[in-house]
């Protein structure tokens, strides 16, 4: 419990507190108006101080950071393992925790600093105490390093002590908008005495279902993203790529470079136009041989019979003169036909012989280029051979991609069965778990179905569910919906805590409820609440401290004999602008 805090700052309202519970006011200063409010009393400064003196990390953005009050140390005294005990923290040197008090019992024994003369510890030892000697929480030794998602004493300690700047009054098992769900399955577990191993390993399995998924979405981002399937898909092609991968590696096994290789090509390349040319050249003869051919078998000199016929039938008598004549020019005819023919006749072997000539040089060329074919297909360039190179390391550079995403696919398929495989695990080791442990659930409901029902008419109820992801507990009551009622749930659920973990021997000792949790609901309701606050702190054995506006504290709806100023705080906080409020001044 805390039995009071201070500082040394001068201006700052200790306060005093005692068992039980305990209402610390905020009154309105006089002459106030009716809308001015009490924000600045210090009603959650009150909190944030707690948390501050409990191992809260202090930022820039911390009050105990600011310049105001920066250079001043608070205090509180409270009971650690069953002794009461001094501890000291500034914003200055916040981490450090000066200790005044007997420290024999704690997990770790704080330590001397000789310059100044105090006990202290380190920020990071004094959440570990307190971890440990509030909540028994394993210590890590020399070496080891406690599990990941772990109980954090900071978390389990914020539900005993919400904070509304930090969102803790807008669900039962969520004491900050930050807070991650595996934090509240871990806490929540750990508080009501479940096994808290059992979220732990449920998370495990999200983060690698997490980086899986990631991994998969790297994978499709490659350059072969739009090929990457599944497994089978990717060893279908990573065949067909190692096939054409092999198939080039062994040409260029195989591949020699012939010299000259460009010079050849362009050899080859005239022989053959030299033989398409002669072969044009022939054509051109062979079709002149024709024409000499036939011209040659038409070349006939008439017959003078012919002639001397045609006079006669004409009825004409030649004269011997002229026939004689006509005899010479007949020689001189023929003499001109047999001419022609001669002409023609060397014209048809001149042909011949340029066919034979062309023929025989197309052979001798052509076997030159059935030569250079193939010392050509027997090698290759130099140039040739680097881009056969350069295909073949495209060719693995492919396959060998293929195969990283086909080890990636393997291993995301595998993974995914097996995180499958421990999901189903967890969910029975869960239900296991809540079969084994139903005494604690079943002590959780009834407590949370007490307080709500002398709350309400109708009895609120939780449930602690076992799911395939995870353990959850629903708080539940059945009412008009509103902010207050959401309160009162929360109201609830953090007495059933409260309870429980002081029943176990367990908590800080204390619950703290802001006035902000009051907000929206009935009077009556709060009275009843500050009721079953004190009874319950009263019966069990911790401490209950409320933080009210004065004007909000509730002048009925107590039972008879319960007189709430009993318990109010003998220091009341005020909205004065100068000196009313828990630390007497104003802080930027």
Known sequence: MIHSVSSDLGTFKSLSFKPGLNVLLADKSEGASDRQSRNGAGKTSFIELVHFLFGAKVDKESIFKSDTLAPWTF???????????????????????????????WSIEPTLDAMIGDVTVSLEQWRSVLGADLFGLPIALDGEEIPRFSPSFRSLFSYFARRQNSGGFLSPTQHST???????????????????????????????????????????????????GSAAELRTRLTIAEARARRLAEQLTTF?????????????????????????????????????????SNEAAPASTNLERMYAEAGIVLPGTVKRRFDEVQLFHEAVIENRRSHLASELEAANAR???????????????????????????????????????????????LRHRLATAERIESTKAELDIDRARLLKALQDDHHERAPIISEAVLAFEELSNALYEKAGSLTVSATPNGPTVDV???????KGITNMQIFCFDLMLAELVTKRGMGPGFLIHDSHLFDGVDERQVAKALQLGADHASAVGFQYIVTMNSDALPRDGFRPGFDIRDFLVPTRLTDATESGGLFGLRFN
């Open 178 to 228: 930050k807070q991650q769900p595996w934090d509240q399955q871990v806490s929540i577990s750990y508080l009501l005495g479940l096994d808290p191993r059992i979220p732990q390993e449920f998370q495990e399995v999200r983060t690698q279902e997490k980086a899986m998924s990631e991994l998969r979405k790297a994978a499709k981002a490659g350059d072969l993203g739009k090929y990457f």
């Open 476 to 482: 539940r009551i059945d009412a008009q919906r509103s």
């Open 355 to 401: 066919i034979a000539t062309r023929d025989a040089e197309r052979e001798r060329i052509d076997e030159r280029r059935r030569q250079i074919m193939g010392i050509l297909r027997s090698g290759g360039a130099l140039e040739h051979y680097a881009s056969l190179q350069e295909e073949a390391g495209r060719a693995e550079a492919e396959a060998e991609g």
């Open 256 to 296: 020699v470079v012939v010299p000259e290789y460009a010079n050849l090509e362009r050899e080859a390349s005239a022989i053959t136009r030299d033989i398409s040319s002669f072969n044009d050249q022939n054509t051109a003869d062979r079709e002149l041989i024709l024409q000499l051919e036939g011209a040659l």
């Open 75 to 105: 205090d509180a005294r409270v009971d650690i393992v069953g002794e009461q005990v001094d501890i000291s923290r500034s914003g200055l040197k916040p981490s450090r925790i000066r200790i005044q008090g007997d420290t024999s019992g």
